[in-house]
């Protein structure tokens, strides 16, 4: 069994998300920029167990730009100066801690939403059956690879095939009280689920009581 | 003539496959690679530009909070400020394509819209950025930001004029809209 396997197998995405939004505050409140990028990296690296895709360059990218846009804004003791810029401590750690805050809230999300996700209501139904929908289109667009169609006859065809008699076209009986895929999807939580939820806030909330240490000040020390 | 239940019930599924229609797209455009995580093509708003003759207001609106929320556990971006760009940016964008197909949709076509909604949701955008992520920075990435969103959304309006003049599912989809 994989990692991803077991996790969907023990975790509900139900507890999945109340994990990670339990997680947020202490990502938010992280003000040591190698505590946060610890943290960054737990996220990134859960993402990854989940199966997720992980390209490093867009998120290294993104760190990079925000950090290098944020260092035009001068705040604080000067580190040292490339022509006219001058490279201040202040201005390079609110880039550092604003490039980790965004990329790690997009791994910490990536982590812990997971598209079974059953949302309550009406709008939570709404939801699966697009996703019910979603799984067709996918469905159908790989079963259309072999057929010599242009972009604008294939997406046609695809509509046309995933709209059921007395959907959206109006034409014959209705079928739409189907019940979708993603509404039997969810399962319940083992104790080890639990546990392991658990211990991920635990490792959170533990590197933010770290960063209130003499040996882990606030900035990049 | 059907019943106004059956008639709610055909939009709300109108809306659930626009809607799976706009994720598809996103995928899409997730695997398309870019210069910078920051420039995004906007495919996904294709089935909103595609919906403004064949939906009410309202399910015109519940489907960008289905796209919102669609590309939010798709992408997983839900708890990232990129989600509340996408949020605030959509809303825009929807917001100002609504008003122009509703009070001068005889004097712009679809490309008119989609470019001045993609104006609104970068401009939103960027205003996000300038206040939450890089300050006055947002001024450096404005004309490339604003370039790109201008460009794509000639594109996608081309794009949605053609779907909608040869597509048979939609035609289908205004058929049925005249028999009710």
């Known amino acids: 069994m994989t990692i991803r396997e077991w996790i969907y197998l023990n975790i509900s995405p139900r507890i999945m998300i109340l994990a990670g939004l339990a997680a947020i505050p202490s990502f938010l409140f992280q003000e040591n920029v190698f505590l946060k990028t610890a943290q960054t990296v737990l996220f990134v690296l859960l993402s990854i167990l989940e199966g997720k895709r992980f390209k490093p360059l867009p998120p290294l990218v993104m760190i ?73 289109i996918n469905e159908r667009w790989s079963e259309t690879k072999g057929e010599r169609l242009s972009l604008m006859n294939r997406l046609d065809t695809l509509l046309l095939d995933i709209d059921p008699p007395g959907g959206a076209t109006g ?51 | 003539m059907r019943a106004p239940t059956d008639r709610t019930r055909r939009y709300l599924e109108l809306v659930a496959i626009f809607g799976a229609f706009a994720l598809f797209l996103s995928t899409i455009e997730y695997l398309i690679p870019k210069p910078l995580p920051s420039i995004r093509i906007g495919l996904a708003n294709l089935p909103i530009l595609v919906s403004l003759s064949v939906l009410p207001v309202p399910y015109i609106i519940l489907l960008t909070g289905i796209k919102i929320i669609g590309q939010g556990l798709i992408n997983g971006t839900m708890f990232s400020y990129i989600f509340l760009f996408s949020f605030a940016g959509s809303l825009a964008s929807t917001g100002v394509m609504i008003l122009l197909h509703r009070l001068v949709r005889k004097r712009i076509t679809l490309i008119g819209i989609s470019v001045l909604g993609a104006l609104a949701s970068n401009a939103v955008q960027l205003f996000l950025a300038r206040l939450i992520i890089i300050g006055e920075g947002a001024l450096l990435i404005a004309p490339p930001f604003l370039s790109v969103g201008l460009g794509t959304s000639i594109i996608l309006g081309m794009f949605a004029v053609r779907f909608t003049s040869v597509s048979r599912w939609y035609r289908k989809l205004l058929d049925a809209e005249a028999r009710i």
Do not use: C, H, M
Not at chain 1, 94 to 117: A, E, F, H, N, P
Not at chain 1, 184 to 197: M, V
């Open chain 1, 171 to 221: 034409e014959g009986e209705s079928e739409t009280t189907a019940s979708s895929p993603a509404g039997g999807s969810q399962k319940g939580t083992s104790p080890a689920g639990y546990l392991s939820a658990a211990g991920f806030l635990l490792i959170n909330w533990g590197l933010l009581a770290l960063s209130f240490l003499p040996a882990f000040p606030r900035g990049l020390g």
């Open chain 1, 64 to 136: 990079a730009s925000i950090t290098l846009i944020n260092l035009f804004n001068p705040i604080g003791r000067i580190i040292f100066s490339l022509g006219r810029l001058r490279i201040t401590f202040g201005a390079l750690y609110l880039g550092l801690i604003k490039g980790l805050t965004l990329v790690g809230l997009i791994y910490l999300s990536r982590s812990s939403v997971r598209s079974d996700l059953v949302l309550p209501g009406r709008f939570g139904r709404i939801i699966g059956r697009t996703f019910y929908y979603f799984d067709r």
